[in-house]
């Protein structure tokens, strides 16, 4: 089916616009979606103009998916990949399809509760072939990160195989342990035999079943099950005793009481020294510990007043260190508000490519967003706005935030992108965090 789609921006924010034929309208879609929206689907008011179906969605809160890209404990990527797929699975009991979501990266929207939410086109044919499903994970894959880089590779072979969202969800329900509510396991059990017939190939294989029993996923015959010792030696988890105690280390020998290798004491000072310990005349240094000895390097201008090559951002949290080191280039928010902020924020993308910015959140303890501010600056939202390049320059976009985006004293709309110019004034909230533009 064709279709159009449209951007618009008016007093109440971003709305998007998508035409298609009157003729290829799904009605009882529509009045299905309008009596009982489902929270995964963008709100949208329909309306016939000339023989052409215009359905307006509403954006109101929600910011693209593509501002929340980052990386995720196994657990939260877990869920993730149910965010974004689930919805695909349980849209039937709305009499939707799953081939008539938009299935584009840069249509996928997140509420402030963490719900993806969907554009439907309410069409009696499919807007999509099922290929876009596996280019639509296959991206998210590409942009969205575990920590546990075995569930990561797991997940990349499932997507470039055969893939299949239902046993994609599986899969990963069990690699971590996540139960399924009764109401899920009703749903799915009902919704199986419908789905089966109308898109078999959003279940993968299954086995006949009867009239009163759903058909199921087939087990995995026996003679393609891995034995203990086959499984052992592919890489799978097991645990592994040692009897004989081939696999012992000794301890070194400096160990401290608790494990932790004793450091040598520094050699007392000499008496020779000066008052306080110090060798007259020697020049004070500069003592660094750790992962810092040998790597700090001061930022700022070099001596003969030509910028350096790199300039280094480093926050210092209670509850760990995120460092951020980018390569200097001469876009950037210059500081022009309090003192105390972080004087130079540089942006380094490509066009096509967004740059997030917010606050350090301490409950999550890592950061989320490109640029974060110290987790006690005020009236900044932890994800707070974004910058994006296009073909024609740099635009700033306001992710919906509490204290709100300011350019040149006007407040921006939510998800209403503004162009910025060489000496634009850029505000994050009201509370002093206010950058000059510099290109």
């Known amino acids: 089916m064709i279709y159009e789609i449209q ?7 971003a709305t998007l616009i998508v035409r298609f034929p009157e003729s290829e309208l799904d009605r009882k879609a529509l009045y299905t979606i309008q009596e009982d929206r489902p929270q995964f689907l963008v709100p949208f008011q329909y309306r016939s103009v000339d023989g052409q179906a215009e359905c307006s969605y509403q954006l109101e809160d929600r910011t693209k998916l593509r501002y929340r ?4 404990e196994p657990r939260e990527y877990a869920e993730f990949w149910s965010h974004v797929l689930q919805p695909l699975l349980d849209c039937c009991d709305w009499f939707l399809k799953p081939l008539s979501f938009l299935l584009d990266p840069q249509y996928l929207y997140v509420d402030w509760a963490g719900t993806i939410c969907y554009l439907y086109i309410p069409s009696k044919r499919d807007c ?3 290929s876009a499903v596996q280019r639509l994970a296959a991206e998210l894959s ?4 575990v920590t546990d880089p075995n569930l990561e590779n797991k997940v990349l072979k499932a ?8 046993t994609f969800l599986q899969m990963l329900r069990e690699s971590q342990d996540i139960p399924q509510t009764s109401n899920q396991r009703e749903s799915q059990d009902a919704s199986w035999a419908s789905d089966q017939r109308e898109h078999p190939a959003f279940i993968g294989p299954v086995s006949a079943g009867t009239a009163s029993e759903p058909v199921r996923p087939q087990p995995v015959p026996e003679q393609f099950q891995m034995s203990a010792p086959a499984a052992a030696s592919a890489g799978m988890d097991d645990i592994v005793i040692d009897l004989g105690g081939a696999g012992k280390t000794e301890k070194p020998k400096n160990w401290g009481l608790f494990g932790g290798r004793k450091e040598k004491r520094a050699p007392a000072a000499s008496r020779r020294g000066g008052l306080f310990g110090r ?3 020697a020049e004070s240094q500069e003592i660094l510990l750790g992962a810092a000895a040998g790597s700090f390097q001061p930022a700022g201008f070099q001596a003969d007043g030509t910028p350096p090559l790199f300039q280094t951002w480093a926050s210092q949290e209670e509850d760990g260190v995120t460092e951020m080191e980018e390569k200097y280039c001469k876009t950037c928010l210059r500081l ?3 003192a105390a902020l972080p004087g130079r924020i540089a942006v380094s993308i490509q066009p096509g490519e967004a740059f997030t910015i917010g606050r350090f959140d301490v409950n999550v303890g890592r950061r989320q967003s490109d640029f974060e501010f110290d987790k006690q600056t005020k009236a900044v939202s932890r994800r707070h706005a974004a910058i994006e390049r296009d073909a024609n320059g740099y635009l700033v976009v306001d992710l919906a935030s509490s204290a709100g985006t300011f350019v040149d004293g006007e407040r921006l709309l939510p998800n209403v992108p503004r162009r910025l110019a060489q000496g634009s004034r850029v505000c994050f909230g009201t509370s002093g965090a206010d ?3 510099e290109e």
Do not use: T
Request: aromatic fraction near 14%; glycine fraction near 12%; proline fraction near 3%.
């Open 435 to 437: 950058y000059c533009w």
């Open 159 to 166: 997507i470039m195989q055969d893939f299949q969202p239902k």
């Open 142 to 145: 590409q942009h969205n990160a």
């Open 69 to 72: 890209y980052g990386v995720r």
């Open 128 to 130: 999509v072939e099922f």
């Open 336 to 338: 022009v508000g309090d």
């Open 279 to 281: 060798k007259k005349g």
């Open 7 to 13: 951007s618009r921006n008016d007093l109440s924010g």
